[in-house]
């Protein structure tokens, strides 16, 4: 970075903005529906008697009664006080990217928002298809024979492994002994957790001094008890583990599965398939590496992908093709259900395909070699900033996608913490980061992830706020402290998020707690 740019002068809208339940006044209406021709009505007859009577309300609901700009200006005012995800967001450890607002406009229209998943599939061969179509995009960028979208995310593709890994054992007689499952400290918790959600014994392995589980770790964990390896590699420190064929090695030769959790996909994608690692499944988050919204923007999808040795054991139905004509088929008699209803989120399955189509072979490669490029150019300049370490800080070579930073110096100098940090940077227009997932394994972290979106200016106007942030807690602390200063909402005093009498989540709380705001 040649030059610090110039900080800009950022002022979040501040509007007094009342609660919705507060506005409007009787009889105002933001839309007049045209009375009911006379045919339509005789031929119908009344409206309410469509209802049965047990259904109907017997008062009607409390509801604000308002113009249509009342209502707009009143969104608009509180989207305006939210800084979302529209600021430059280097979110950190769950990539974000911009959603392209074609692909938004492509899932409302009719003939994918106004369809159901129980019509005949007859009637819905476009919508099988780009599942189809996608499924076999997926298949060459992993290796594997056949995916799923039912799962609402990456711990619901988590769990779908999970359940797998059951249905998988069990049919060998197995299960009641393979009760363990491995993964390691800077796994993703969706790891852990849907292992021991689905009953079994979580084994976790601790980190050596190259920044992932030595081997001898895995060989010390791996026994006739083990049913699965689940892993993410790179993880959220950037740290890609040479190893990790043999590790796929060992766990198959005990007899275990091993899973690919591809959150950190967006550096290595067309570089590495999880199937050519040796892996049985993996699984892709669309909301994060495909262009999909994620999160307040979503919903999410966890494409889960597997060899054709557990395809049987996937949760139903499965798109096929027979005749040129798209069906929907169950995944095999050893099928685990449903993880979610119907076919899971199928629009944003169609958003994450027309960004992989119009990204081509070509765009993902560069994309990822870019998600590199970016993070270490990144690295080379915040580590000169004062205050500011990485993990690992011996192990040599290029950081992958993120990189686990640490503002533990920053704070045994000044007492500043890495959420004052986060309060602070918000003031001047940038998204606050996040710091990592649990458990911490450097002090006050914080781990950006620029992917391949970023313009270089947005990158560098990211680390100059934080270089100012960084020279504003050695010679004036309390402002750091002290921060939001530009926004909409000041500091949050947490002191009363654990007391229900000081906040209410709906209206009805509100009213019956006087009214008090929060």
Not at 22 to 28: I, L, T
Not at 329 to 341: A, C, I, N, Q, Y
Request: aromatic letters at 8%.
């Amino acid at each position: 970075m040649s030059k610090h740019p110039t900080l800009r002068r950022y002022q979040a809208p501040v509007w007094d903005e009342p609660l919705i339940m507060e506005m409007g006044a009787p009889g105002r209406r933001g839309a007049h529906f045209p009375v009911t021709e006379t045919a339509i009505a005789e031929l119908v007859g009344p409206a309410a008697d469509l209802v049965p009577a047990s259904m109907r309300r017997r008062t009607p609901p409390a509801l604000p009664e308002m113009s249509e700009p009342d209502v707009l200006r009143h969104y608009l005012h509180l989207s305006q006080e939210t800084l979302g995800m529209m600021g430059i967001s280097l979110f950190g450890t769950c990539t974000m990217k911009y959603n392209p607002r074609l692909n938004e406009a492509l899932a409302a229209r009719p003939q994918v928002a106004e369809t159901h998943p129980y019509q005949d599939p007859s009637t819905l061969q476009g919508t099988l298809e780009i599942l189809y179509r996608f499924d076999e995009l997926l298949q060459s960028l992993s290796g594997m024979d056949q995916f799923t979208f039912q799962p609402a995310g990456g711990a619901d593709a988590a769990y779908t492994h999970v359940c797998l890994t059951r249905a998988y054992h069990a049919a060998r007689g197995e299960l009641g002994k393979r009760n363990q499952i491995i993964t390691s400290i800077q796994s993703h918790p969706c790891n852990p957790a849907t292992a021991a959600a689905a009953g079994f014994e979580v084994v976790t392995l601790m980190l050596d001094d190259n920044g992932y589980p030595s081997l001898d770790a895995l060989k010390a964990a791996v026994s006739d008890r083990t049913a699965a390896l689940m892993i993410n590699n790179p993880d959220d420190m950037g740290i890609y583990n040479p190893d990790i064929k043999e590790w796929v090695r060992i766990v198959h030769e005990a007899g275990g599965l091993c899973f690919y959790d591809h959150a950190n996909f967006n550096g290595v994608m067309s570089k590495i398939r999880a199937r050519d690692l040796g892996f049985d499944a993996c699984m892709f988050m669309l909301h994060k590496t495909f262009g999909v919204p994620k999160g307040g923007g979503g919903p999410a999808v966890g494409a889960y992908g597997c060899t054709a040795e557990l395809a049987e054991y996937l949760p139903s139905p499965v798109v096929r093709r027979s005749g040129g004509l798209y069906e929907l088929v169950s995944s095999g008699t050893g099928s685990v259900g449903k993880v979610r209803e119907y076919l899971g989120n199928v629009h944003q399955v169609i958003k994450a395909y027309s960004w992989l189509r119009a990204m081509g072979a070509e765009g993902i490669s560069e994309a990822s070699d870019i998600s590199v490029l970016v993070n270490n150019y990144m690295e080379r300049e915040l580590l000169k900033i004062r205050g500011i370490t990485r993990s690992h800080p011996d192990v040599d070579g290029w950081r992958i996608e993120m990189t686990r930073y640490s503002l533990g110096q920053l704070h045994e100098d000044t007492g500043v913490t890495v959420a004052d940090v986060q309060n602070r940077m918000v003031d001047f227009g940038i998204d606050a980061f996040w710091m990592s997932h649990e458990p911490w394994i450097v002090p006050h972290p914080f781990t950006p992830e620029a992917g391949e979106m970023w313009s270089k200016e947005d990158v560098d106007y990211w680390i100059a706020v934080l270089q100012r942030i960084s020279d504003e807690a050695y010679t004036n602390p309390e402002i750091v402290k002290t921060a939001p200063h530009n926004q909409a909402i000041a500091k949050v005093k947490g002191d009363g998020l654990d007391d229900p009498d000081t906040w209410a989540m709906t209206w009805r709380a509100h009213k019956r707690k006087g009214g008090r705001r929060g």
